[in-house]
């Protein structure tokens, strides 16, 4: 009978050094491969059952150390860090790819009428709100009315800024055209993030110490979590909305697309999807999952806060989100 598996494994960190980018990234693929959509919820569960068992000290027999990381990662894409709810399907990160492909390649391939770009823009803000508000950092709920203004202003941010720009681009070159959706996406993001995380930036964000005792909540912490974010997402919809305009372009001016228009736009989210299948997990990788900041760039009273607790504390931590 082989020995049981040592209860002494930390599966509340990722398996790869995060102190690294390639550490992050093995993490990230791993976290945002898209066939943990395809897992039923038996699956799911029974994950949850391995993980939250080991974490309370039970190894159940037979256990591999390869089948608890298994189970980690499905447990990882499937529920909340913070809340420990089961996400929203299409708000995981492991969703990221196929929806992203999907509605990234419509808006690339249909962006020449107004009423498209109103369309396409709408589907996007649609996602992202989901998105934003299924990987929100913490634990503290959202109102209905929060979520609302949020929406509302990034969809309105988006459109405004994709319909200003097609207009200015109107007389430039079809190649310039070609990467107005990416500007508005691009400020789009700068808005919905924010907002969709509005109450995280008035109340603040759990901050931990190395162990993941609670400390207090930071404002400070969760600007600098949304920040990362907002970075992190732009640089995950850069090459996607980038490359394929310039591959469509050349194409476009061949035979072969004039022949057979309506591959237009299965070729462009092919492309999309290629460059997000590297883009997504990478740029996740850009910023730990598990952030740090040095205590003494916190609010003064959270500061006050940490110093009754350990004096001798310098770093918290914090989930920042994705």
Not at 11 to 20: A, K, L, M, V, Y
Not at 44 to 63: I, K, N
Not at 143 to 172: D, I
Not at 251 to 266: I, M, T, V
Request: positive net charge; proline residues 8%; hydrophobic residues 45%.
């Amino acid at each position: 009978m082989p020995p049981s598996l040592p209860a002494t494994i930390n599966i509340r960190e990722p398996r790869w050094d995060q102190s690294t980018f390639q550490g992050r990234a093995k993490h990230f693929f791993m976290v945002t491969d898209p066939r943990n959509l395809l897992l039923s919820g038996a699956t799911l569960e029974e994950a949850r059952r391995v993980v939250e068992d080991y974490r309370a000290g039970t190894v159940h027999p037979g256990l591999t150390e390869d089948q608890l990381w298994r189970a980690k990662y499905i447990y990882d894409s499937a529920f909340h860090p913070d809340t420990g709810e089961k996400m929203i399907l299409v708000g995981r990160m492991s969703a990221q790819v196929p929806m992203n492909m999907t509605i990234t390649g419509c808006m690339l391939t249909f962006y020449r009428t107004t009423p498209a770009v109103l369309f396409w823009q709408w589907v996007n803000q649609s996602f992202n709100a989901i998105v934003n508000y299924t990987n929100r950092s913490g634990d503290a709920p959202i109102t209905p009315s929060q979520l609302g203004t949020a929406y509302v202003s990034a969809t309105t941010g988006a459109v405004v800024t994709a319909l200003g720009l097609k207009s200015l681009t109107k007389h430039l070159p079809a190649i310039i055209g070609r990467y107005v959706p990416f500007a508005a996406v691009a400020a789009a993001n700068c808005i919905n993030i924010p907002l969709m995380r509005q109450r995280e930036l008035k109340l603040g964000i759990p901050v931990t110490d190395e162990n993941g005792n609670r400390l207090g909540e930071s404002t400070a912490a969760a600007q600098k979590a949304i920040f990362q974010v907002v970075v992190s997402r732009i640089g995950m919809a850069a090459p996607a909305m980038a490359i394929p305009p310039v591959i469509m372009n050349m194409l476009e001016k061949r035979a072969f697309l004039k022949r057979y228009p309506y591959l237009n736009a299965p070729l462009q989210v092919g492309l999309v999807g290629l460059c997000l299948v590297f883009a997504t997990p990478l740029c996740c990788a850009l910023f730990p999952q598990k952030s740090s900041m040095p205590v003494s760039s916190l609010e003064p009273e959270v500061q006050d806060q940490i110093r009754k607790k350990d004096p001798w504390l310098e770093t918290v931590y914090f989930n920042k989100g994705l």
